[in-house]
């Protein structure tokens, strides 16, 4: 069965203290994996897709990178600002449905 | 639009009555899902739709929920005889085709008394 799991669950950080957030998939073949944020009340705001081991995708403090068994979300010198949910999904070959993990809630600290 | 627009934002109705969500995807995307996000849990796949047709309906919970998709474009998820526990919120996103990255609109805040 296609799994997404996400770790942890959530995540203290001070300002400027980098980290990584972990997300593992078990699907029969990958078409993608996602990263999404999302704050309270929003709908997912789209990060990244990444879709062969090795590819690796940045966006300010944000770097994304990928596996064959997990996907890591990077964040460099993190900002209050980043402080939302983290999601992370994947699309398996054969299907188009995302399938996605329950996120790392992400508390940045002035 | 520039991006996925549902309404309404929010809904409450009374538990046994039928209620419509409306999902006006990003013009031109031909893919267009829902999903289902309960109270501190993930996202939960609904329907894929691509064009009109729904080639995946295997996570409508169950024949009381349903969908429709007209001229590629609008999708309307209908819940008939609400219970408690469809109170969630509903997000609907889009995609430009099969595969690739997907944009969600800001949900539905369903909320059955």
């Known amino acids: 069965e296609d799994q997404v799991t996400q770790s942890p669950e959530a995540l203290r950080l001070q300002e400027g203290e980098s980290s990584s957030l972990n997300c593992s998939y078990t699907v029969s073949g990958l078409r993608g994996l996602f990263w999404y944020r999302q704050d309270p009340g929003k709908g997912p705001e789209f990060l990244f897709t990444l879709y062969s081991a090795g590819e690796e995708k940045e966006k300010e403090r944000l770097k994304a990178t990928l596996t064959k068994k997990e996907s890591f979300l990077h964040i460099t010198a993190p900002k209050p600002e980043d402080s939302a949910t983290y999601l992370c999904a994947v699309q398996a070959l054969g299907t188009y449905k995302y399938i996605f993990g329950t996120g790392t809630r992400l508390k940045v600290l002035a | 639009g520039a991006g996925v627009s549902q309404s309404p934002s929010n809904k409450v109705t009374e538990k046994g009555k039928d209620v419509e969500l409306r999902c006006d995807p990003i013009s031109g995307h031909t893919a267009l899902y829902w999903y289902r996000q309960s109270l501190g849990q993930g996202l939960e796949f609904l329907i894929y739709?691509?064009?009109?047709?729904?080639?995946?309906k295997s996570g409508l919970p169950s024949d009381r929920f349903s969908a429709e998709r007209t001229g590629g474009s609008v999708s309307t998820l209908t819940i008939q005889r609400t219970q408690q526990e469809d109170s969630a919120v509903y997000l609907c996103?889009?995609?430009?085709?099969?595969?690739?990255?997907?944009?969600f609109g800001q949900g539905t805040r369903l909320t059955v008394v």
């Open positions: 996103a889009s995609s430009p085709g099969q595969g690739g990255s997907a944009f």
């Open positions: 739709f691509q064009g009109n047709s729904a080639p995946d």
